[in-house]
């Protein structure tokens, strides 16, 4: 196992019940014997708000970092992602959103299952900029539909 996914792990974990985990970088830096940048990739690239999650750092303090788990049908994530639909869209990132909604019962695993094959790349025979239009509508428009139940 990677150090990342044993970082994710354990941040995860601390998180527990409350969905929410206030963490010194330095100090995870020195219990996992790694660089704070080490723990800023793990940040930045698994505690996204695609992901569901908001990060918020704090400056001075021993680098405290408080990371909360949002609910995708409660606290407006639908809505919110929206405008960001507007843009290209990855499939990395239409992955991570397609997680966030099946991991908090917006959609079942099935209907996650069947999104991410509509919007790989496979699917999506196109140049790579079309085809990121192109999930950016396909993920919009199925949000647009989710609101509407």
């Given at each position: 196992?990677?150090?990342?996914?044993?970082?994710?792990?354990f941040i995860?974990?601390?998180?527990?019940?409350?969905?929410?985990?206030?963490?010194?970088?330095?100090?995870?830096?020195?219990y996992f014997q790694c660089a704070p940048s080490q723990i800023n990739y793990v940040?930045?690239?698994?505690?996204?708000?695609?992901?569901g999650f908001n990060v918020v750092g704090q400056r001075g303090g021993g680098g405290f970092i408080r990371i909360e788990k949002?609910?995708?049908?409660?606290?407006?994530?639908?809505?919110?992602?929206?405008?960001?639909?507007?843009n290209p869209t990855s499939y990395t990132r239409s992955k991570q959103i397609i997680?966030?909604?099946v991991d908090?019962?917006?959609?079942?695993?099935?209907?996650?299952?069947?999104?991410?094959?509509?919007?790989?790349?496979?699917a999506l025979t196109a140049p790579q900029h079309v085809a990121d239009v192109i999930r950016s509508n396909i993920l919009k428009e199925t949000i647009i539909q989710i609101l509407k139940r």
């Open positions: 196992m990677k150090i990342s996914d044993v970082i994710e792990n995860i974990e601390v998180m527990g019940d409350d969905k929410c985990a206030e963490i010194s970088r330095n100090e995870l830096a020195s940040l930045k690239t698994r505690f996204t708000t695609e992901r949002f609910d995708a049908k409660a606290d407006g994530y639908l809505e919110s992602i929206l405008p960001s639909l507007e997680c966030h909604l908090d019962g917006v959609i079942s695993k099935d209907e996650g299952n069947l999104l991410s094959a509509a919007t790989c790349d496979k």
